[in-house]
């Protein structure tokens, strides 16, 4: 909302000397929040002064253009007395006219320095100016010709043009709907500085008659009120007065014609969307209802539209000619012929609006204030003000009939509390404050001895329950004055085992080099294809949204992969050497149990309600993924860097799992969007996390990253219940370390893993830890068979081990080994 500060000075005696930028400080403070403050003219420097034209000789040109050569009295302003000689080409100007003219040395918006200068075979000395040249407004068709009585040659024209005018733009928050109009905002000034306020609504209007424009209301809850008043014989040629449509301009709207600038400054002025129609096209009474099945309207936009049963529309005998408070219909259009007006000031259900202006995309200052809420009971003083306007500067007369159809809804009486205010607010605001202060908004207050009862003001629709009021108090009294107190916390609180294991989570990842990031759970059918999967993959059954925020990825995704991997590539696109990503978040796999049950919202669900909505909700585990590509250790003076692959993906989870305090076992697997042969399936106690490995190639080629790119998916959830809330630290031994390896020769279809789980179990518990150092295929182990060395590594906690006890854990190790995956030692 933009609003001159002159304007608002209208109906506030504001303190003498009062800065905007003090005025802003104090209105901020109110709710009404400072967007910026505009000095139209700031940027034009120099003199630029009234001239009257005294000669304008038309002179064509050889290239079509015809220019004007004028004198122009400039008064003493160019200090020599004597008319300035400019040339101009625009058209709209006789002599006699006053206009406003920049003399050579001026400086216009953009930096555009004014000389004298030769052109068109004259020295133009100054330039008759337009409004956009002045940075008043996008109108260049013609320069600026100012009234009669503007001022006399040679007067500062900055001040006829109000370019000293300060403009403050207010960011307006939906339920201050009142502050969407100069009257508003004046009165938020009054309250902020206790200065006396003149109401532009407090006006005498002719009391309702029988001779006025016939009206039926059909729905009088989408239409509680309607006025109607007429103008005879207007001038549809009469011009904006200079004043009003400079208003206008600095209000962010653009002056079209008396008749709409006249409803539009209404509107500005007092908060009432205004609706004018031409009279000689209407035919028969106004009718307003609901719209039927199959109707339709051409709005003033040239827009065909489809209406909804839901719509409230504006009709007579011909049809429909406006949706109600929305946008009017293109049969009853004022236009450039219209003598006779009818005025509709209509209050209209906020809700409506709001789902009509939806519902067909419109967008309006009207529908705007419309759908907020605006204050029923000053239909008829605008449509009186629009009448005043109309008549005055348009020539018409004003017709005796005065419709007025409906009541103005009562507001709602609120009870609360005395000290509500203090206790909600933490200030110390007794009772006499408190009435005060709801007075001072406009509240009707009735005391009694513990309690008082306020009826809102007719402009505050937004004030329905107690806690609104509180809202309004504390406002005025200041919530700067809420005093910094630190919340106590409650004994035998903190957080959860959940938000424990989470947060140890994070820190071991962040540890390992990862960095998290937070991508949209949303997925579509590419995203899938681009991971390979099949089409019975059971991660593409998803639940599908209702109103997604794109077509493309219109259900919640059953795997974080997708967004961690297009993170990934745009790291590395913007020239990453190398990323380790990580994502927690939850993902969803529908039950498939029916939709879910839709209950009203004027009554608590029963138990067995809630627990139909809880029976719908999809399965929401919480996963964790992992991205490595590129660079995991980066080369440098020191050597060689290495790339990021399956072991470190896999070698993550397991330092999860020993920080968790869990053992998570590997195992081999074949597992889209991960290469065959290098995709590990991972579990604890036997239940399956998930998977982690090297991407399939074709995977890193759709996500745009480097092929061996590796990756990691688990149930964070499944991981979790198997932690240990306090994970134990290892036991050491004294005692010195004795070392054993070994090298078995199995089949190229035995894991490492598989070696590796028998080797434990055989050793026994004086194994304290193994580790494969080698892979070796060859002749030497022959073909279709691959030889892995392990290192064993045995200490006992109370004694030193001997020889023998070494060599025979060492033994019964490898023959298991032999046992389970028919390996052999390599001698």
Known sequence: MKTPVSWIREYVDLPDGLSTEDLTHRLTALGLKLEAIQRAGADIRGPLVVGRVLTMDAEPQKNGKTINWCTVDVGAANGSGEP????????????????????????????????????????SSGMICSARELGLGEDHDGIIV?????GTPGDDAFDVLGLREEVIEFEINPDRAYALSLRGVAREAALAYGAPYRDPADRPVPAANADGYPVEI???????????????????????????????????????????????????????????????????????????????????????????VEDLVVTDDSGIIGLGGVMGGETTEMSGTTTNVLVEAAHWDAVSMFRTGKRHKIASEAGKRNERGVDPVVTEAAADRVVELLTTYGGGTADSGVTVVGTPPEPP????????????????????????????????????????????????????????????VARIVGYDQVPSVLPREAAGRGLTREQRLRRRVGRTLAGAGCVEVISFPFVGDAAFDALGLAADDPLRHTVRLANPLSSEEPSYTTTL?????????????????????????????????????????????????????????????????????GERERAGWWGAGRASGWADAIGIVRRLGTELGVEVEVGAATRMPWHPGRCAVLSVAGEVLGHAGELHPKVCQAFGLPQRSAAVEVDLDALMRHARDVTPGPDFSTYPLAKEDVALVVGEEVTAAEVEAALRAGAGDLLESIRLFDVYTGEQVGAGHKSLAFALRFRAPDRTLTEEETAAARDAAVALAAERTGAVQRS
């Open 413 to 472: 009486s609120i009870t609360i509390a005395y000290d509500l205010p203090a206790r909600v607010s933490g200030m110390p605001i007794d009772a006499p404050t408190t009435v005060a202060n709801l007075e001072a908004v406009g509240c009707a207050v009735q005391r009694a001895e513990a309690t008082l009862t306020a009826t809102p003001p007719p402009w505050r629709p937004d004030l329905n329950d107690p806690f609104d009021l509180v809202e309004e």
């Open 561 to 629: 992969l997708p967004g961690l991997l297009r993170a990934a590539a745009r790291n590395l696109g913007r020239g990453a050497s190398g990323v380790s990503l990580f994502e927690t978040a939850t993902v969803a796999f529908p039950v498939d149990r029916g939709p879910a049950p839709i209950y009203g919202v004027d009554w608590r669900p029963t138990d067995d309600e809630l627990a139909k909505l809880v029976e719908a909700l999809p399965d929401q585990p919480l996963h964790l993924a992992v991205a490595l590509a």
């Open 146 to 150: 100012l009234p009669a009585d503007a």
């Open 84 to 123: 300035q000689g400019i040339v101009c080409g625009a058209h709209n100007f006789a002599p006699g006219d006053l206009v406003v003219v920049v003399l050579p040395g001026g400086v216009l918006p953009g930096g555009f320095e004014i000389s004298a200068r030769k052109t068109y075979g004259h020295v």
């Open 218 to 308: 059909d729905d009088p809850a989408g239409c509680p009120v309607f006025v109607a008043r007429k103008v005879t014989g207007f001038d549809p040629g009469a011009p904006t007065p200079d004043w009003m449509a400079r208003r206008l301009t600095q209000s962010g709207m653009r002056p079209i014609s008396l008749a709409v600038d006249v409803t539009n400054y209404v509107m500005l002025e007092i908060g009432r969307p205004i609706h004018g129609y031409d009279a000689d096209k209407l035919q028969g009474p106004i009718r307003v209802r609901r719209a039927r099945e199959g109707e339709r309207l051409t709005t003033l936009d040239g827009v065909d539209r489809a209406l909804s």
